[in-house]
């Protein structure tokens, strides 16, 4: 989940070297099933390279995409324009970050691979699934790694449905206005 960075200047006349979690219209939300604990975490859109972009423009911040799609809206893939493979998205209030965190309960540790599938049911009941991408924040190093995507959330509630090798959650969020 994007953090804001503090510029350097700032953090050198704070004396500290910090950063603080971005809580405008945060989600986050956790729960379990046989054998892995998950953590849902909605926020503002983030910036995503491929492997091949981060290696080019080394960025400080955004994520880096191991495997998947990166889309902008809940039904469709949404390319940059051009065409090129840059996964950064358009910004739009509504467009958000949404990443589900798997860990085993066994060892508390996070798990990098598993067949992962999301879907947003909206207040119509309209099931959209969510191309799933497997990420981690560049600032946060490979233990960040989780699945999702960018996604077109407006104001509203949603259940959340996940699978994770086959075991199921589910999560009800509401997306506030303004978020
Ligand atoms: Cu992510």
């Known amino acids: ?16 070297s910090t950063s603080v979690r971005a809580d405008d219209g945060e989600v986050r939300q956790e729960t379990q099933t046989r054998h892995y604990r998950l953590v849902l975490m909605i926020g503002p859109t983030e910036a995503v390279y491929t492997a091949a972009q981060a290696r080019l423009e080394r960025p400080s911040s955004g994520e880096i995409m191991l495997g998947g799609r990166v889309a902008g809206n809940i039904a469709d893939v949404m390319p940059e324009a051009g065409g090129a493979p840059r996964v950064a998205t358009r910004s739009t209030p509504d467009l958000h970050h949404l990443e589900l965190h798997i860990y085993s309960r066994a060892t508390g540790k996070t798990v990098p691979e598993a067949h992962v599938t999301i879907a947003v049911v909206d207040s119509d009941r309209t099931n959209h699934p969510v191309p ?3 990420m981690y924040a560049i600032d946060e190093g490979p233990d960040d790694l989780h699945f999702g995507n960018n996604i077109n959330l407006p104001p509203g509630h949603y259940t959340i449905e996940t699978a994770i090798n086959g075991e199921r959650a589910r999560f009800a969020v509401m997306m506030p206005e303004g978020s």
């Not at 989940?1 to 500290?16: D, F, N």
């Open 1 to 16: 989940m994007r953090k804001l960075c503090i510029p350097l200047a700032v953090a050198g006349m704070l004396a500290m």
């Open 132 to 134: 799933v991408a497997r």
